[in-house]
T-cell receptor
Framework: QKEVEQNSGPLSVPEGAIASLNCTYS??????FFWYRQYSGKSPELIMS????GDKEDGRFTAQLNKASQYVSLLIRDSQPSDSATYLC?????????????FGKGTLLTVNP | NAGVMQNPRHLVRRRGQEARLRCSPM?????VYWYRQLPEEGLKFMVY????????ESGMPKERFSAEFPKEGPSILRIQQVVRGDSAAYFC?????????????FGPGTRLLVL
């Protein structure tokens, strides 16, 4: 059973702080990793994708991947109240089923003004 | 609107009725995926389709659920004889189908409530 684990939170940070979201996965052959943001009652919205070890930056967001540790994280700098949402980590299954995404249950982030 | 479209956005059914959920992929996308999100649960893969082909339905319950993606028209997720446990948000995603590293983009979802 392939698993993706996230802290459910809630993670509460003050406005302007750095929010750090973590995710571990069980399938060593996974090759693609994604962070989605989901506002309450809405659909998942892609924030970042990362495929190689190291950091990938996009605006206020930085994704970090460590395949040896089977760990992927998302940093949000200068957090804003509008960043308050559930953040979903998704990992592809790898191998012949590499289209299949396995999602974590998500981390609820609250940014306090 | 070039995004993934789903309808209806909300659907109420009584136990035993049929539910039909429709999904039109993003323009230029030929691959469709259906996911289900139960209350307090993560998104779970159900089925992956290409035009006129079901590629992987391993996440779909064996009974009452079926999916199709015809040559013309939207993809349909059909749930027969709905039960209360089918109440969930059903999301459709699409990807280009160009091979390699594909990113899936999600539609707004259909919230199904079974009374």
């Amino acid at each position: 059973q392939k698993e993706v684990e996230q802290n459910s939170g809630p993670l509460s940070v003050p406005e302007g702080a750095i929010a750090s979201l973590n995710c571990t996965y069980s399938d060593r052959v996974s090759q693609s990793f994604f962070w989605y943001r989901q506002y309450s009652g809405k659909s998942p919205e892609l924030i970042m994708s990362i495929y190689s070890n190291g950091d990938k930056e996009d605006g206020r967001f930085t994704a970090q991947l460590n395949k040896a540790s089977q760990y992927v994280s998302l940093l949000i700098r200068d957090s804003q109240p509008s960043d308050s949402a559930t953040y979903l980590c998704a990992v592809n299954e790898g191998g012949g089923s590499n289209y299949k995404l396995t999602f974590g249950k998500g981390t609820l982030l609250t940014v306090n003004p | 609107n070039a995004g993934v479209m789903q309808n209806p956005r909300h659907l109420v059914r009584r136990r035993g009725q049929e539910a039909r959920l429709r999904c039109s992929p993003m323009k230029g996308h030929s691959h469709v995926y259906w996911y289900r999100q139960l209350p307090e649960e993560g998104l779970k893969f159900m089925v992956y389709l290409q035009k006129e082909n079901i590629i992987d339905e391993s996440g779909m319950p064996k009974e009452r659920f079926s999916a199709e993606f015809p040559k013309e028209g939207p993809s349909i997720l059909r749930i027969q004889q709905v039960v209360r446990g089918d109440s969930a948000a059903y999301f459709c995603a699409s990807s280009p189908g160009m091979g390699g590293r594909e990113t899936q983009y999600f539609g707004p979802g259909t919230r199904l409530l079974v009374l």
